[in-house]
C-alpha cells in the first residue's frame, strides 16, 4: 500500500468529519438559513463528498476484489463532481460577497432564499454532469497511453478541466479585487460621515483584507500548482509528483471550512451553544459592516 494513498484516505476522512460537522451545526440552527448560509452548506457538502471520494478511490484500489472497471469510474466521477462542486460553491460565495456589498441596498430583496436554491441546484445539476462524464466513455481505460495524470480522466479532459479552473480563479481574483475598492470606498464614507469611528474602520477594513488575502493565497496555493502541473503532465510523469501536489490540492477542502464557517460569528455561537451550551462571554457582539469581506 502506497503511504501516498494512506495519506490522502486519511485527508479523506478528515475532510469528511470536519464537514459533516459543519453540515450538522447548519442543519440544526434554524437561524442559519439565509443565502450565504446555503451557499456555506453547499460548499461543505461538496467538501464532505470529496472527502468520501478519497475514502472511496483507496477503498477500490486495494480492497475491492477482484478490480472493478465501473467503481473505478464511480469513485473517479464522484471526486470529479465533488471538487468541481468546491470551486463553484467557492466561487458562488465570492459573487454572493461582491452583491452584498455592490448592491447593499437591494441585495436582501433580490437575493432570495428561493432564488439561491435555484442557483444551488443548477450549480450542481452541472457538477453532477462533470462528474458522469468518465462513466459516460469519457476516459482511458481502453487507450492507456492516452491517460493522464488523473488517471482515468483523458490527457485532453484534464487540460480542459484545468483550464477552467484557472480561469474560474481569474474570476475569483477580479471580483475579490472589486470587494476590495468597494469595501476601501465604503469605510472612508463612514470615516468621513463620522469621524470618530474612523479608527474602528480602518481596523476593520484591515481585517478584512487580510480575510481576502487568506482566501485567495490559501486557494492558490492549494490548487493552482497541481492544475498547471495536469496541464503540461501525463501518465508517464513519476506518481510522487502527482501525489505530492494532489495532496495540498485535497486539504484546501480541510482549509475551507475554517476559512467560511468556524470563523463566522453566528455559526461559532452555534458549536459553543452545541458543545457547552453557553457562548462565552468574551464573544463579540459587534455587527459586520461592509467591510468585513
Given amino acids: 500500500v502506497s503511504p501516498w494513498d494512506i495519506a490522502l484516505c486519511a485527508t479523506g476522512t478528515a475532510v469528511a468529519g470536519e464537514n459533516a460537522l459543519v453540515l450538522a451545526v447548519l442543519f440544526y440552527t434554524p437561524s442559519l438559513r439565509a443565502p450565504m448560509f446555503l451557499l456555506i452548506g453547499s460548499l461543505a457538502l461538496a467538501d464532505l463528498l470529496a472527502g468520501l471520494g478519497l475514502v472511496a478511490n483507496f477503498a ?14 464511480a469513485a473517479a466521477g464522484l471526486l470529479l463532481a465533488a471538487f468541481s462542486a468546491s470551486v463553484c460553491s467557492l466561487l458562488a460565495i465570492t459573487v454572493d460577497r461582491y452583491l452584498s456589498l455592490y448592491n447593499a441596498l437591494t441585495y436582501h430583496s433580490e437575493r432570495t432564499l428561493g432564488f439561491t436554491c435555484a442557483m444551488v441546484l443548477l450549480m450542481w445539476l452541472l457538477c453532477l454532469g462533470v462528474g458522469l462524464l468518465p462513466l459516460l466513455g469519457w476516459n482511458c ?7 493522464s495524470i488523473l488517471r482515468p480522466v483523458t490527457k485532453d ?6 483550464v477552467t479552473f484557472l480561469l474560474l480563479f481569474a474570476l475569483m481574483m477580479q471580483l475579490y479585487l472589486q470587494i476590495c475598492k468597494i469595501a476601501f470606498r465604503h469605510a472612508q464614507q463612514i470615516a468621513v460621515q463620522h469621524q470618530f469611528i474612523a479608527t474602528a474602520q480602518a481596523t476593520s477594513t484591515r481585517k478584512g483584507l487580510s480575510t481576502l488575502s487568506l482566501i485567495l493565497g490559501t486557494f492558490a496555493l492549494c490548487w493552482i500548482p497541481f492544475a498547471i502541473y495536469s496541464l503540461v503532465a501525463d501518465s508517464s ?9 494532489a495532496l495540498p490540492a485535497t486539504c484546501n477542502s480541510l482549509i475551507n471550512p475554517i476559512i467560511y464557517a468556524f470563523r463566522n460569528p453566528d455559526i461559532q455561537k452555534s458549536l459553543w451553544l452545541a458543545c457547552c451550551g453557553c457562548i462565552p462571554s468574551t464573544f463579540s457582539s459587534r455587527p459586520r459592516t461592509s467591510s468585513d469581506v
Avoid at 141 to 147: A, F, M, T, V
Wanted: hydrophobic letters at 40%.
Fill in 60 to 73: 477500490v484500489r486495494y480492497l475491492l476484489r477482484p478490480p472493478s472497471e465501473a467503481a473505478e469510474l
Fill in 237 to 245: 510523469y513519476p506518481s510522487v509528483y502527482t501525489y505530492s501536489l
Fill in 157 to 162: 479532459n484534464a487540460a480542459v478541466l484545468a
Fill in 141 to 147: 481505460l481502453r487507450d492507456q497511453s492516452s491517460c
